[in-house]
Nanobody, 125 residues
Framework: QVQLVESGGGSVQAGGSLRLSCAAS????????MGWFRQAPGKEREGVAA???????SYADSVKGRFTISQDNAKNTLYLQMNSLVPEDTGMYYC???????????????????WGQGTQVTVSS
């Protein structure tokens, strides 16, 4: 019903920037909340950012002030602008969607019913 495909990952040096994209298709009412998660080697998947139905973004403390989540007007593409990258940002980044609206926080993994396959981000020092 909902398909999510991430792109834009790559290898960058600390201090650099990347812009991730998530192409979304399917019932728009199954995508009232959109999120970005990441998983580093040996660690659990963690929420990075979420975008609610009003277009307001919420962020994990570790990325506040550096990352920006946004969406195009047609709501077919989700973005994650990542600036001032540090090695700790390294991981596989996943796009996620949920039919329920997220408010002013980043929901946990169980909140989202749809996931992309991920795109790798590697930050070297």
């Amino acid at each position: 019903q909902v398909q999510l495909v991430e792109s834009g990952g790559g290898s960058v040096q600390a201090g650099g920037s990347l812009r991730l994209s998530c192409a979304a298709s399917g019932n728009i009412y199954s995508r009232n909340c959109m999120g970005w998660f990441r998983q580093a080697p040996g660690k659990e998947r963690e929420g990075v950012a979420a975008l609610n139905a009003d277009g307001i973004g919420s962020y994990a403390d570790s990325v506040k002030g550096r990352f920006t989540i946004s969406q195009d007007n047609a709501k077919n593409t989700l973005y994650l602008q990542m600036n001032s990258l540090v090695p700790e940002d390294t991981g596989m980044y996943y796009c996620a969607a949920a039919p329920s609206d997220c408010r002013n926080f980043v929901p946990t993994r169980r909140f989202f019913g749809y996931w992309g396959q991920g795109t790798q981000v590697t930050v070297s020092s």
